[in-house]
């Protein structure tokens, strides 16, 4: 839907899809006793439902010349069957190198968005072995200072059907506003663009902040000044150990955050010089910009917008070692002749 | 504005293709080539499955990272070290159950699809062998994996997989050549004594699981069965000990050692690719002077006293001085007391994967031996043992053991001495044969599977002897150098390591590329 109000100085336009796309290309993971690891399967129907509203306005028109031109879009994604499957789990991260979780992430399960994060919870830190005598059993036997995980099925011990969804790698919402001030003969252009509400698994943190020394890989300062070194002593980050991962070679929450971000993705600021007409040139503009200024985000990542194996739409926002993007400012003289 | 577009029907191919272009011997060779590489690669024997059965055995121990995790029981399902072997395994499984459907129609002679439908044979057999020994019961596949077959198959019995890996062997020992008639281009590849051994290890072990749980007729028919093979192979007449233990370890005389050597995976120095992906070994890097996997202090204690007091295999097996490279100065290891000058360490190191200069520290010379004549030899005094007890031809064979060993280097030791009847019986024998398997085959990966099938005396298995009873005297820790007193002080066995008995222990966890992604698959208790 269309609108266009105050002799065009203000424009709307509304959009409102429902979008279901059949046969889906999933490479299904296969068991290990088949001798293979997956297979390429037409399966699987997705649903994409959203909203979309662009604004266009000219706030000023004056002597001040300000557009200002906004979005943003709403989508939630459904699968909604996968045919004769039940559910598919996505690929095992760490398979072989220092990761040492091998475990699935995401998740392909009717009634949620596909790509959807599969893993245990952790509830703290076990602070003295009356705690853990209370609690499920643990095949792994854990001690004092471990990680407590959560018997989300209430069954009294923990095992794989104690995971559970713990988060969604879609946006809540995208924006993007858009300015461009003119004034004389400056101008001032910058784009701000967000996505709020979704989750990236940070898998770096699952080497980082496991004080564990059985790689000689880096621990990060905030797991090692924190961690536990006596009852009481910290109820978040695990006590060191030079085995025996302290992860338990498990996906958890511990490591998916919360990635919304606003961006001030690029900034130009230009001035046009006022050339005389017997002049070899016809324009010339000074002009200084830059590129992904300003992040705002409580991600404790490098960049909250990244994708690690993002050639699968099975595999969202998993963030191993990804490069962030680079912030970079140009300078510099447009002359037309 | 008008926009007019159409389309061509185009035809897509829909359908996968499943005819199998015509097979020469040269491409057979190839993929069998393919399968060989597989299970020697490090995926598996070359790392990955070595290091839990050389690790959760008591009789070494790991100083850090993935070989503590195995020495203390840490592991879990998700580890490396049981996914990849699985997955190999299952991998040559499937090429072995492919070549073998379209064998026929290859275009080869009659003589070599009989050769290659055995050497298949014994493949898929070795492989179905090491899982069910790690994991119990796993599902049985003979037939290729196509887009239609049933991806998610139950776990099979273990004495399914038995039947499967026992009929394997039997005819892969039928159509397989003589190791002295073997063709030069296939040295290496198994042989008839490669797959009569394996039977036999496979008949003994087999006949132990059914002693364990209650089918003692059972078991008596399946020692009897891994007698008459081990026999086979003796009177074969193909293999024999060698006089001088140390020349099996010795990298010049590496061909000569397979006179003795049945079965074993090759390595070589490989200049054309390094680490991980290179034709070397790399188990050297792990048990010698300074690596990681260390020989306990207690086992150590054990395998130079009593039987093995004096006993020439231990000099060659073990290393307690060495020169360290890294500070350039000699190192002596417990039990041995330092000169003025020398540094101390505390565990002693395996010194039979020796490789003076390799190529890089995953690139050693050192082939792995699977079976070797000499623990035949064991075989065939176990079953006989358990099915006659420690009588004439049991001893014999056990005692050929103990020739050679006090044969030395030429001059020939009073020890260790050759055993005799008296006082023997059949669970005081089972124990010594235990212990000579212990010494005899240390580091060659068999001590795991030892200590989960053979019986103690009270019928429990060796490992809950160990683990429960045997194991809890040695104080915890490892040995330290009074220099005042100049003797070793301290615990005799390395911290952690004395982990509680529990029957989960006596199988490895199904790893998680399997039982997380098939719904029909069960993990082992305890997991």
Known sequence: ?337 | MMIFSSCLKEKLVDTPITAIYSQKPSDINLQISGMYAQLSGFSCFKNAVITPLILSADNFSGTQGDAAVFSQKLYTPQSRYFVEPWNTCYAVINNANTLLKYLESADASVEFKSKTKSELQFLRGFSYFLMVRMFGGVPLRTEPINASSDFYLPRNSVDEVYRQVLQDFEQAAAGLPLYRQQAAAEFGNCTKGAAQSIAALAYLTYGNYQDLNNNASGAQTSYRKARDWADSVILSNQYRLLPNYADLWDITKERAAYEEVIFGFQYTRDPGASLASSLGSEIGTWTRPNGQWRIQPWFYDRMISGDYLNDYRSEVAFTTRFLNTVNNRITVTYPRIPATGELTLTQPFLNKFVDPAPLDNRNYENDFPVIRYAELLLIKAEAENEINGPNVAALAAFNQLRTRARNTNGTVRATPTSLTATGLTKETFRRKIFDERGLELVGEGQRWFDLVRMRAPNGKTMYEQLYASELLPFTNGLPVFNTTNRTWVGGRIAPNTKVAFEAKYLLFPIPTSEVGINPKMTQNPGY
């Not at chain 1, 002799?7 to 889906?24: A, H, P, W």
């Not at chain 1, 031109?69 to 398979?95: A, D, H, R, V």
């Not at chain 1, 959807?116 to 209370?134: D, F, K, W």
């Open chain 1, 1 to 337: 839907m269309d609108i266009g109000l105050a002799k065009g100085r203000f424009r709307i336009t509304m959009d409102y899809y429902e979008r279901q796309t059949s046969d889906l290309l999933l490479n299904l993971t296969l068991p290990g006793s088949t001798g293979f690891s997956s297979y390429a399967v037409n399966n699987g129907e997705v649903q994409n439902r959203g909203f979309e509203l662009e604004i266009d306005t000219k706030l000023t028109q004056g002597k001040l010349k300000w557009n200002l031109s906004g979005n943003i879009s709403f989508n939630t994604n459904k699968l909604l069957s996968l045919g004769n499957t039940g559910e598919i789990l996505g690929p095992n991260y760490g398979q072989s190198g220092t990761l040492q979780m091998n475990a699935p992430v995401h998740v392909a399960r009717p009634g949620l968005p596909i790509g959807s994060y599969l893993g245990y919870r952790i509830a703290g830190i076990y602070q003295n072995q009356a705690e853990i005598t209370a609690g499920p059993t643990d095949p792994v036997n854990p001690k004092p200072g471990d990680f407590k995980f959560t018997d989300v099925n209430g069954d009294g011990k923990i095992d794989l059907n104690d995971r559970t969804i713990i988060g969604n790698p879609y946006p809540r919402f995208v924006f993007g506003v858009t300015n461009d001030i003119t004034w004389k003969q400056f101008n001032l252009n910058f784009l701000i663009a967000g996505n709020i509400g979704q989750d990236v698994v940070n898998l770096n943190r699952f080497q980082l902040d496991g004080n564990y020394a059985g790689f000689r890989l880096n621990v990060s300062k905030d797991a090692f000044d924190g961690r536990w070194t006596g009852e009481g002593s910290s109820n978040r980050y695990p006590r060191p150990t030079a085995s025996g991962l302290s992860f338990r070679q498990r996906f958890s929450d511990f490591i998916v955050e919360d990635a919304s971000f606003i961006r001030l993705r690029t900034a130009t600021l230009s001035y046009q010089f006022n050339i005389p007409k017997k002049s070899i040139f016809r324009t010339a503009r000074l002009f200084a910009s830059g590129i992904n200024l300003l992040t705002l985000t409580k991600y404790a990542g490098y960049d909250p917008e990244i994708n690690a194996k993002g050639e699968s739409s099975l595999t969202p926002g998993v963030d191993f070692g990804s490069i962030p993007q680079v912030r970079s400012f140009s300078a510099g003289v447009n002359v037309g002749f």
